[in-house]
C-alpha cells in the first residue's frame, strides 16, 4: 500500500503502550483499605463508570469513600500517576521511537481528562516523537470521530487500541483506518485478522512496527 505522504498512527495509551492495570493497583488497594473492600471489587467499579464517563470524584461517592477523604485519596491517586515512566510495556517505548522516522504518530486516549494528561505528563521519554495529544471524554467526542477528523489524503493511517469498544468506533466513523488490536502475549503470532473488517491483531510493539514497515513497503 503505497501513498506519497508518511503514515500516520493513532496511539492508545491504557493497556497498550500502558500497563495501566500495573499502575493503578496501588490505587486499588489504597482505596479498598479506605472502604473495606477488595481491590478487585473497586477495578469492577472503574470498568462500570468507563462506559459513562469516569471520574475520581464518581468512583469516590460510588464506593461510599467520605467526602472528607476525597483530597487525600485523589492527591496519592496523583502521586501514583505521576510515576507512569516505569510502567510502559516492555518494548513499547523502543517501537515508539523507531516508528518515529516512519509515522507521524498521535496520542488518542480516553478517560478522566485530569488524570490522563497527569499520566501523560509524566511519559516524558516519549513525548518527542509525537505530534500531538488528545483526551477524549466519550461525551463530547470519540474516538472514532475524531481519529476521522485527521485528513487522510495521499496516507494510510493505523489505530492501536486495546479495546473492543474504540476500535468498533474507529471502524465505524473512521473505516479507511486500519485498526491494530493489541493483545499483549509476547511470543503469540501476530494474526493478519480480526473480528471487524481492515483489522490485525498484534501481541507486542515489535509486531506494529513490522506492520507499519510491511504496508509501508
Known amino acids: 500500500m503505497n501513498r506519497l505522504m508518511k503514515p500516520r498512527l493513532f496511539w492508545d495509551l491504557d493497556e497498550t503502550l500502558l500497563n495501566t492495570s500495573a499502575l ?4 486499588l488497594e489504597n482505596l479498598a483499605s479506605a472502604v473495606g473492600r477488595t481491590p478487585e471489587e473497586i477495578r469492577r467499579d472503574i470498568a462500570t ?6 471520574t475520581w470524584e464518581r468512583l469516590f461517592q ?6 472528607s477523604e476525597f483530597d487525600r485519596r485523589a492527591a496519592f491517586c496523583a502521586t501514583q500517576y505521576a510515576c507512569a515512566e516505569q510502567y510502559l510495556f516492555p518494548g513499547a517505548r523502543e517501537a515508539v521511537e523507531e516508528l518515529s522516522g516512519l509515522t507521524e504518530q498521535i496520542l488518542v486516549t480516553f478517560g478522566d481528562r485530569v488524570f490522563q494528561r497527569r499520566k501523560w505528563s509524566a511519559l516524558r521519554s516519549l513525548h518527542p516523537f509525537f505530534h500531538a495529544a488528545h483526551f477524549v471524554d466519550g461525551e463530547t467526542i470519540g474516538k472514532g470521530p475524531l481519529i476521522a477528523s485527521y485528513d487522510s489524503t495521499n496516507r494510510f493511517s493505523l489505530f492501536a487500541d486495546d479495546s473492543r469498544r474504540w476500535l468498533d468506533d474507529c471502524a465505524g466513523h473512521a473505516p479507511h483506518v486500519i485498526c491494530v488490536r493489541m493483545a499483549h502475549a509476547p511470543g ?5 485478522g480480526g473480528t471487524i473488517a481492515n483489522e490485525k491483531v498484534a501481541h507486542s510493539h515489535d509486531q506494529v512496527v513490522s506492520l507499519i514497515r510491511r504496508l509501508a513497503g
Open 24 to 27: 493503578l493497583l496501588p490505587v
Open 49 to 54: 463508570l468507563d462506559a459513562g464517563g469516569f
Open 62 to 67: 460510588r464506593i461510599g469513600l467520605p467526602a
Open 188 to 192: 503469540e503470532p501476530f494474526l493478519d
